[in-house]
């Protein structure tokens, strides 16, 4: 079958990397793309939010299945677009429809979800401009840290937690009043914090059945020793040492199957990935966030452990099949390293010729702000490159990634060489 894959970044390289080892697979097509993809698919100029166009790619190539990497899209409606199309609706599409899409584009309507569906997660408010000083004065009866989050999409970067109450006051009227997260935080839902170690799961579901996929670890902050601004993240870990038989088993009875059958009975028909943010509090999962696509760069370090076939995965859930396919994992430990620009996640400078990727050993190198310029790879994004590496132990794993980091060379290139330094205390 033809397949196209929505989307520029590392998750989309690592997503149609999997999906070209599929002997499902007749032509591959990736929507921009960057230089990686364009190794071994065909690059298409095309906005992941242009539909009109995206519809006439889909139709002149025969395209049988679309897999969509980023949020934006599918908040916005691409699966409606396709089913009310005549000409589309046949065409499989990995990815919920609007309405399943705002588990994600709003962190309101996900709180309600879970708060309605018994799904462990931390007590929450929200509030808008109009009740601004109800925020401030709620702000005054929480204990510290104080978590913030912008109600829609903001890039992964809507979300601030103060240990002050004054700054917190101050940022809650940053982004009611001033806009500082545009319309994304035109609604801020304040919530407890919660005490604890994050990591995620990842869901693939037909709507029916599901399949829980590895979980990771991912680092958001620039600096190490998780200092410093929040990115779309630095590196991932996955499996996640502390992430037992036992904490997974209640992952699945207190989260994912209670989330699968809220959908069902929301009457939402969720054919996708759904990204689980969990808080590991003493031994029980708390749910922070869902997102309705996969990480990055947690995809990195995921998708590299599905031994199955992807491509028959995504046929599974396009077809309401799922549950006729196995999914088989690695048990090895896949660990990524992000190289970024100089100056991100704040200004940076794009078009820096990349060098060493041809040293490359023992790891698995996606591209994620990449692009050819005068058939040179140049940078072309803040996060530029994850490399991923598999290990017998995490230690192993990332002495791989770390020495390959090294090999690779641009301008003002910069990675944090802390990522899973945290994990080593626990048993691989």
């Known amino acids: 079958m033809n397949v196209l894959v929505l989307g520029s970044g590392g998750r989309e390289h690592a997503l149609a990397w999997k999906i070209n080892e599929s002997k499902l697979l007749t032509k591959l097509f990736v929507a921009p793309g960057n230089a990686g993809t364009a190794s071994f698919a065909t690059n298409l100029n095309v906005n992941v939010n242009d539909f009109d166009t995206i519809k006439k790619v889909v139709l002149e190539n025969n395209i049988s299945l679309v897999v969509v990497g980023p949020e934006d899209p599918l908040v916005n409606g691409i699966c409606d677009f396709f089913l009310a199309d005549k000409e589309l609706k046949n065409v499989g599409i990995i990815g ?14 996900s709180k309600k979800f879970m708060i309605k569906h018994n799904i462990p997660t931390a007590q929450y408010q929200s509030f808008t401009a109009a009740t601004l000083d109800n925020g401030l004065t709620f702000l005054e009866t929480l204990s510290p840290p104080y978590v913030l989050k912008a109600d829609g999409l903001a890039a992964g970067k ?11 006051k101050n940022e809650l009227t940053e982004m009611l009043s001033n806009k500082k997260f545009g319309e994304a935080s035109a609604k801020v839902v304040i919530e407890e914090f919660l005490s604890g170690i994050e990591l995620s799961v990842f869901v693939l579901t037909d709507g029916n059945s599901y399949k829980i996929l590895p979980a990771a670890k991912d680092y958001k902050r620039i600096g190490e020793g998780d200092t ?77 452990r599905i031994e199955s076939d992807l491509l028959d995965l995504f046929y599974g859930v396009a077809t309401q099949t799922l549950h006729e396919k196995e999914i088989k994992i690695n048990p090895q430990t896949a660990t990524t390293v992000m190289l970024v620009s100089g100056g991100y996640p704040e200004a940076y400078e794009k078009g820096k010729m990349i060098t060493g990727l041809e040293n490359i050993e023992e790891s698995t190198i996606f591209h ?34 770390f020495k390959n980091a090294e090999k690779i060379q641009f301008e003002k290139k910069y990675y944090r060489k802390d990522i899973g330094q945290d994990l080593l205390a626990y048993k691989n």
């Open 368 to 401: 994620a702000g990449t692009t050819i310029k005068d058939n040179q790879v140049v940078t072309n994004g803040g996060r530029v490159i994850a490399v991923t590496s598999f290990g017998n132990s995490l230690e192993e794993a990332l002495e791989k990634s």
């Open 96 to 109: 919920p429809q609007r309405d399943g899409a705002e588990l994600e584009g709003s962190k309101e309507f």
């Open 158 to 168: 809507g979300v601030v937690i103060l240990d002050n109450l004054n700054e917190a």
């Open 228 to 304: 410093g601004l929040n990115t779309g993240g630095m590196g991932a870990i996955s499996p996640v040492p502390f992430a037992d038989e036992n904490f997974l088993s209640k992952v699945e009875e207190q989260v994912v199957k209670p989330t699968i059958e809220g959908l069902k009975k929301e009457n939402i028909n969720y054919k996708g990935f759904i990204f689980i943010g969990l808080m590991n509090n003493n031994g029980n999962p708390f749910v922070i966030e869902y997102n309705v696509r996969m990480g990055d760069p947690e995809t990195e370090v995921v998708i590299p």
